[in-house]
T-cell receptor, first 113, second 112 residues
Framework: DAGVIQSPRHEVTEMGQEVTLRCKPISGHNSLFWYRQTMMRGLELLIYFNNNVPIDDSGMPEDRFSAKMPNASFSTLKIQPSEPRDSAVYFC???????????FGPGTRLLVL | GENVEQHPSTLSVQEGDSAVIKCTYSDSASNYFPWYKQELGKRPQLIIDIRSNVGEKKDQRIAVTLNKTAKHFSLHITETQPEDSAVYFCAAAYSGYSTLTFGKGTMLLVSP
């Protein structure tokens, strides 16, 4: 298995632009997580899907952030409009079930100018 | 919700020494405690986990201990090597269909 796949790996954009991050979880995994990592705030959970259904989105910072999981093999995290404070590394992770043994993707390093 | 505190934030040791990282959690219902290692520029990777029905678990040079009464758990690395240098995150969860709450991380530097 190729593991969790994320794209793009790096994204540089200007403030106000729309950003879409993509994730393909490990086949057979039922849970998918989006995290944001910064030096100041550490590793923060943004949203958790189970069987393609959003279960916990309490970590989504504000309405500028949205996430979808249209099927078991694909998820997107969208930021519109982007702001410089959104600059961070965004990780997608998947697991067979919930919290246990999460496999992280390589991350998307986002820089908003 | 759950709150996880992790100490120290940085730890420097000499190669061959032991390293200990400690975490406390707030939710007494939590019963799953993993540790993740993140090398510079890489993704976090699970290195060991422990469930509340055991007090200690070992895997070669790595061990975790859990004190449910005090609500704290620790990572012990013996005979440290330079390749152990990384950021280590503890986390806690009520296992099953829930989410992890991570500590802020400990940057471990092992000097040759």
């Amino acid at each position: 298995d190729a593991g969790v796949i994320q794209s793009p790996r790096h994204e540089v954009t200007e403030m106000g632009q729309e950003v879409t991050l993509r994730c393909k979880p490990i086949s057979g995994h039922n849970s998918l997580f989006w995290y944001r990592q910064t030096m100041m705030r550490g590793l923060e959970l943004l949203i958790y899907f189970n069987n393609n259904v959003p279960i916990d989105d309490s970590g989504m910072p504000e309405d500028r952030f949205s996430a979808k999981m249209p099927n078991a093999s694909f998820s997107t995290l969208k930021i519109q409009p982007s702001e410089p404070r959104d600059s961070a590394v965004y990780f997608c992770a998947s697991s067979l079930a919930g919290a246990e043994t999460q496999y992280f993707g390589p991350g998307t390093r986002l820089l908003v100018l | 919700g759950e709150n996880v505190e992790q100490h120290p934030s940085t730890l420097s040791v000499q190669e061959g020494d032991s390293a200990v990282i400690k975490c406390t959690y707030s939710d007494s219902a939590s019963n799953y405690f993993p540790w993740y290692k993140q090398e510079l520029g890489k993704r976090p990777q699970l290195i060991i986990d422990i469930r509340s029905n055991v007090g200690e678990k070992k895997d070669q040079r790595i061990a975790v201990t859990l004190n449910k009464t005090a609500k704290h758990f620790s990572l012990h690395i013996t005979e440290t090597q330079p390749e152990d240098s990384a950021v280590y995150f503890c986390a806690a969860a009520y296992s099953g269909y829930s989410t992890l709450t991570f500590g802020k991380g400990t940057m471990l530097l092992v000097s040759p």
